[in-house]
């Protein structure tokens, strides 16, 4: 499996940004999609994830201003940021699991920069 994201750059805060992340080679094994962000200093944490029947779970930080969606037959995961907030600045990495293999893929982070 192999993660192609996008999407990133410098915004103001209260702008907004869509990522979207495109997975090829095995992506009929995918169960969940997520996106993961580390800020400067911080461990990477868990953002946004929605599985392959559509569930999504959220980061408490995120809620209610960030979505996360998945187009199957594109094999494409999207995070559509709204209301973005300095804190909000972080490497954002695209996150697919193979339950079969207990596998986590990782695509290369996406910087997002929100100025204050």
Request: one cysteine or more; glycine letters at 12%; a positive charge.
């Amino acid at each position: 499996v192999q993660l192609q994201a996008s999407g990133g750059g410098l915004v103001q805060a209260g702008g907004s940004l869509r990522l979207s992340c495109a997975a090829s080679g095995t992506v009929f094994t995918i169960n969940t999609m997520g996106w993961y962000r580390q800020r400067l200093g911080k461990q990477r944490e868990l953002v946004a994830a929605i599985t392959s029947g559509g569930s999504t779970n959220y980061a408490d930080s995120v809620n209610s201003r960030f979505t996360i969606s998945r187009d199957n037959a594109k094999n494409t995961v999207y995070l559509q940021m709204n209301s973005l907030k300095p804190e909000d600045t972080a490497v954002y990495y695209c996150n697919a699991f193979v339950p079969e293999r207990g596998m986590n893929y990782w695509g290369k982070g996406t910087l997002v920069t929100v100025s204050s």
